[in-house]
C-alpha cells in the first residue's frame, strides 16, 4: 500500500506534533482526532497504522488514538483467531 495519500491529508498541513499528544492530554487527542475527521484518508492511514510491517504504537491515526488502535488490533485478532478456526 503506496502511503502518497499523506501528502494530501489535512494532517499533512498542521505541525506534526498536533497528531501525536500525549495521551493523558485529552484536549490534544480530542484536537487531533478533529484533523482526522473530514479527511477522506481515514481508512487508508488506518490500515498503514494497523499493518504489521508501518504499525504506528504513537499518535492519532486514521481518527483513531494509540489506545483505540490498540483496542482494535486485539478485536481484529480475536476475530482472525476465530475464523481460522472455524
Known amino acids: 500500500m503506496s502511503a502518497d495519500f499523506r501528502q494530501f491529508a489535512p494532517c499533512a498541513t ?11 492530554n485529552r ?4 484536537l487531533a482526532k478533529r484533523i482526522c475527521e473530514p479527511c477522506e484518508f481515514r481508512s487508508q ?5 494497523l499493518a504489521p510491517d508501518t ?16 483496542a ?3 478485536q481484529l485478532g480475536r476475530r482472525t483467531r476465530h475464523s481460522l478456526a472455524a
Open 14 to 24: 498542521v505541525d506534526p506534533e498536533a497528531m501525536f499528544p500525549n495521551p493523558k
Open 55 to 70: 504499525r504506528s504504537e504513537f499518535g492519532v491515526f486514521g481518527g483513531l488514538s494509540e489506545h483505540e488502535r490498540r
Open 72 to 74: 482494535l488490533a486485539r
Open 45 to 49: 492511514c488506518l490500515d498503514l497504522a
Open 27 to 30: 484536549a490534544g487527542v480530542v
